[in-house]
């Protein structure tokens, strides 16, 4: 393993992480990192779905307050697809453990820091959670930050209920069978700066009308949904923000860029409580999906609220 210069260049580094093949062949992750000399606390940052971490500005915000900075490309997404593999594909969401294993122990044995926060955004936020549920226990993680994490599919529950057994058969019949549910590409459009939005990145990699949908990796993030409302077993503090609101439409809106357009935000909050048992809530008013890319407004809010949990949680040394 060999840290070099990212795609978005200096100071950020990476590394591939070679990991066990599946049916589409090799397989690795990407982590990436920004060092604080001399820091003994780091967070990780696990992205969404369709989805990879360039959110610079998290970045700038957590190694002003001291925290080395990591993210997580996973496999099949951003910086670690391939030409051979399907883009975003899993059939369990446990598989990523062993690329979130693998960097928390760059983070902590190699590295050196001993205090790990978490980071996860929208798909990466279920991931992180039931990743720091099955970790329980062995003190790998000190706390979670999950930014609109995708606990509950943006439906109500009574079609939930009727679709999830027909998904489920599906995954495990036919996998890798197509559906015919395209991202939004407004959310997208919001987001970038080429079209309503105030951010640059790389719409290759974040395409505005997104990958294909998979019925196994559906039907595998029902089954981590279904753990969560089952509960979880995190022992560690957990800050979870959502919006206050969410907008559903198939046409430009001027309120995707001040409500979550992707999932419901009430569902989100309403299933905090089941993580475990210490769990901090916040509403951000105005905040988009990715709450970090919302405006000027709610995502200083998002960051004022970041650091009051922070310095109760990650209190600086001497504080």
């Known amino acids: 393993m060999e840290f070099r210069e990212d795609i978005l260049g200096a100071p950020y580094e990476a590394a591939e992480l070679p990991l066990r093949a599946d049916e589409e062949g090799a397989v690795h992750a990407t982590l990436v990192r920004r060092l604080v000399p001399g820091s003994r606390q780091a967070v990780l940052y696990l992205h969404g779905y369709t989805d990879y971490f360039f959110q610079t500005n998290l970045a700038d915000h957590f190694t002003a307050a001291g925290f080395s900075f990591y993210a997580l490309d996973l496999r099949k997404y951003g910086r670690s697809l391939r030409p051979h593999q399907s ?77 999830a057994p027909a998904i489920d058969a599906l995954g495990r019949l036919a996998a890798t069978r197509k559906l015919p549910a395209p991202l939004n590409p407004h959310y997208v459009h919001s987001l970038h700066r080429d079209h309503r939005g105030s951010w640059d990145f790389d719409l290759t990699l974040k395409p505005a009308a997104g990958f294909p949908l998979y019925a196994g990796w559906l039907a595998a993030i029902q089954r981590g949904q279904r753990q969560v409302r089952r509960g979880l077993r995190i022992d560690c503090p957990v800050l979870l923000m959502a919006s206050t609101a969410s907008t559903v439409t198939n046409k430009w809106d001027p309120a995707l860029l001040r409500t979550d357009a992707v999932l419901r935000a009430d569902d989100i909050a309403a299933l905090a409580p089941r993580l475990g048992r210490h769990v901090t809530t916040v509403r951000i008013d105005g905040g988009m999906h990715d709450l970090v890319l919302s405006g000027d407004e709610p995502r200083a809010q998002v960051f004022a609220e970041l650091d009051r949990w922070t310095e109760a949680y990650f209190p600086a040394p001497g504080a």
């Open 87 to 163: 883009p975003n594909f899993v059939r369990d969401l446990a598989a990523y453990d062993e690329e979130i294993d693998e960097a928390v122990r760059i983070v902590r044995d190699l590295d050196g820091h001993t205090r790990l926060l978490v980071n996860g955004h929208s798909t990466g936020g279920l991931v992180a959670a039931l990743w720091a549920s099955r970790r329980a226990g062995r003190g790998l993680v000190d706390g979670l930050f999950l930014n609109s994490p995708f606990l509950a599919m943006p439906t109500a529950p009574a079609i939930r209920a009727i679709g």
